[in-house]
């Protein structure tokens, strides 16, 4: 599907077309609210979003991690040049991982996906409720252990 050569060189319409395709339908029913492929360039040669293909931006610190070969999520800020057209989103979660073609060789280029926040941290406030209630179960059957251990 996408080849080394097509991080330096970019994608021709017909190949722009078919990774398209075939990113929308791994992502099909999930919600993401930007797809961006970057070169060691810091040029983007693939992003659903067609007018930001070809862009060159300054390397943002997590692109940079991740053409060192590092995976970088945080939540954004959104305050980088190339994220401007994402503001409306509110807080996205920004994911970079690097592009490997070969397992000894350096990453070629990197992935880049924002997905919106608010359903993840629905899902750590509900594990973190969980947990509490677990928590306090776990100390309520201690305090009664250790009360019939202290009362005799």
């Keep these: 599907m996408l080849k080394k050569s097509d991080l330096g060189a970019g994608l021709t319409e017909s190949e722009l077309a078919r990774l398209d395709d075939r990113l929308r339908a791994g992502l099909l029913g999930k919600e993401f609210a930007r797809i961006k492929i970057w ?20 390397t943002p610190p997590d692109l940079a991690e991740a053409l060192e070969g590092h995976v970088e999520a945080e939540v954004s ?59 306090l179960g776990g100390l309520a059957l201690l305090y009664v252990i250790l009360y019939r251990i202290v009362a005799r």
């Design 77 to 135: 800020d959104l305050e980088e040049d190339e994220e401007a057209s994402l503001r409306s989103f509110g807080r996205l979660l920004e994911v970079y991982v690097p592009i490997y073609f070969s397992p000894s060789e350096e990453p070629a280029g990197a992935f880049e996906i924002y997905l919106p926040y608010e359903p993840i941290a629905a899902s750590i406030n509900e594990d973190v409720m969980q947990l509490r209630l677990w928590m």
């Design 39 to 58: 070169n060691l360039r810091s040029e983007i040669i693939y992003s659903e979003d067609s007018s930001l293909i070809g862009e060159r931006f300054e």
